[in-house]
Every structure is written in structure tokens, then in C-alpha cells.
């Protein structure tokens, strides 16, 4: 059996495909990453999941794609726990989240782009996987992602930038007292990137009002000027595609920006889980 992952800090999509190709289960667990999840917490959400547990000791080949699996530390850790949950798999494969997304998308030259949780980029030349902007996490990059876009609801909200409705609205559905968004944010065991992400979807919900579309808009515009800029040359050539719950609900900006940069959007996914199924025989030649 084969098993294909793609996890990112808020949820993480599974499918169990017979050696045919065959889709025999599809689950979803709580976000799963390596540089913040310990390996009972990794246990923890699988025990608890739907897996057929007769599965489990027949999975032979695992493809794991996911947030903080690029390189080093938390490719080893999830590889490790991986290989101890599933004790019958003889291939594990873990790469991180933008390399998953490529292999979704097409085999051709394109640069993918992430816009969920957290965003990334990258060149596909058909062979290697090419990187102008390293992946530095929330800190520091994840320009338009959805944890920037909650990020500066936040900031909007505690500088007085909203107006009377809207932060009655965001108090309504979010419990933001200072005490409260200090310990989620450093204090807890949770993924600080996946907290503020979820407040995306209040803006996402909210387009309606000028100042909400206008974070969208700024955000996603920020995100091709600063990142997709560095792609500009190869952009002119080949297709791009965009990955990623951010980008799916915001096609239209996404569009609009791409048609005044002179881009060519050729696809977006939500989840790139389905297109990793579909490309299962690709993945097998992996190593």
C-alpha cells in the first residue's frame, strides 16, 4: 500500500492507495509540523483519526509533504516517526510543503506559489526544484500568507484602525483580550502561524468592507513584489500556479495582479493533495 500526505500547520490531508493507484481511505488530521509538534502529538493525531488501523502495518511506500520538512531537523523528525508509526513502510519520502505542491501541479516548467498558512515559491524546470527566496517561516517571510493577513487584522484592531463594526464583529467570533492572544501566541504548544492564520478567515468573510479588502489586496500585491518579483524572468516564460486556501479565496485579486504584472495564471488548488494522487506514478520515481 502507499501512503501520500500533505501537511501543513493547520490540517493535514491523507489518502491510502492500494499498488494500483487505487484511493482505499481519505483523512484529515490537525495540522502537523515538525518544528512544533512532538512525536505523541504526531501519534496522537492519527490514533484519533479515521485510519483503518489494518492499514497500518501494510503501508509500504510513504510520500509525506508538509510544513517544516524542507531540510534538516524536522525532515529527520517526521521521517523517524513516520517510519515507527508505519514499521512495515520500506520508503519514506519527506519534502517540504512547496515541493508537493510542484509535483500537484504539473511535470512541465512553472513557477508554483503557496498562499495558505504560510506562503512560499519556487522555478520547476521540469527536472529540479529552483528557489530565488529561502523558506525563513512567519517571523520573517510568509508574505501574503494567511498568517500575515491575520497578523495585520490584529494590528489593525489594537491600533484603532477598524471601524466601531468591524471590531465588534472580530470580538463577537474571536476572544482577543491582550492575555488571551499573548499566551496562544508565545506561550502555547500550538503553531503560531496557524493562530494567526485563522484569523484570515474573518477578513476573508468580511471583503465587503473596504478596509478587509484592502489587507487582501496589500498583502497578495506585497507577495508578488517582493517574492514572485524574483521569478520575474522565468515568469515570462512559464506558467504559474498557485497553491493554498489564501489563494483560492482571493482568485480574483490573485488574477488581477498577475494580469498587471503580465503573468499567466494556469491553475489553482486548494489542496494539493488530489493532484498529488493523480501523479502517484511520478512519486513512485522518486528517491
Not at 495540522?31 to 502529538?41: F, L
Not at 487584522?153 to 488571551?180: C, F, I, P, T, W
Request: glycine share 8%; aromatic share 12%.
Amino acid at each position: 500500500m502507499i501512503l501520500i500526505a500533505d501537511g501543513g500547520s493547520t490540517k493535514c490531508d491523507w489518502r491510502v492507495l492500494d499498488n494500483s493507484g487505487k484511493v482505499l481511505q481519505t483523512i484529515t488530521t490537525e495540522g502537523i509540523n515538525p518544528m512544533y509538534s512532538e512525536s505523541e502529538d504526531l501519534i496522537a493525531a492519527l490514533n484519533q483519526s479515521e485510519l483503518d488501523k489494518g492499514f497500518q502495518s501494510n503501508i509500504n511506500e510513504i510520500y509525506f509533504f508538509g510544513a517544516g520538512c524542507a531540510e534538516g531537523k524536522g525532515r529527520d523528525k517526521m521521517s523517524k516517526f513516520l517510519g515507527s508509526y508505519f514499521n512495515q513502510a520500506t520508503k519514506i519520502y519527506v519534502r517540504g510543503d512547496i515541493v508537493g505542491a510542484v509535483y500537484a501541479s504539473s511535470s512541465d516548467p512553472c513557477v508554483v506559489a503557496i498562499l495558505g498558512t504560510g506562503s512560499h515559491a519556487c522555478y520547476f524546470d521540469g527536472e529540479a526544484i529552483n528557489f530565488h527566496v529561502p523558506s525563513l517561516g512567519y517571523q520573517i517571510l510568509d508574505i501574503g500568507s494567511g498568517n500575515m493577513i491575520g497578523r495585520t487584522l490584529l494590528r489593525h484592531y489594537y491600533l484603532n484602525k477598524l471601524s466601531s463594526e468591524l471590531m465588534a464583529k472580530l470580538e463577537e467570533s474571536y476572544d482577543v483580550s491582550v492575555d488571551v492572544v499573548k499566551e496562544r501566541l508565545y506561550n502555547a504548544s500550538e503553531s503560531p502561524s496557524s493562530y494567526l492564520a485563522s484569523y484570515a478567515r474573518f477578513v476573508i468573510e468580511n471583503r465587503e468592507y473596504e478596509s478587509m479588502e484592502l489587507i487582501l489586496s496589500s498583502c497578495i500585491r506585497q507577495f508578488y513584489d517582493d517574492v514572485l518579483s524574483q521569478y520575474d524572468d522565468v515568469l515570462k516564460k512559464v506558467p504559474l500556479y498557485f497553491i493554498g486556501s489564501v489563494a483560492s479565496y482571493c482568485q480574483d485579486i490573485v488574477l488581477d495582479v498577475a494580469i498587471e504584472k503580465g503573468y499567466v495564471v494556469n491553475g489553482f488548488h486548494e489542496k494539493p493533495i488530489d493532484g498529488l494522487v493523480n501523479n502517484v506514478w511520478n512519486l513512485i520515481d522518486l528517491t
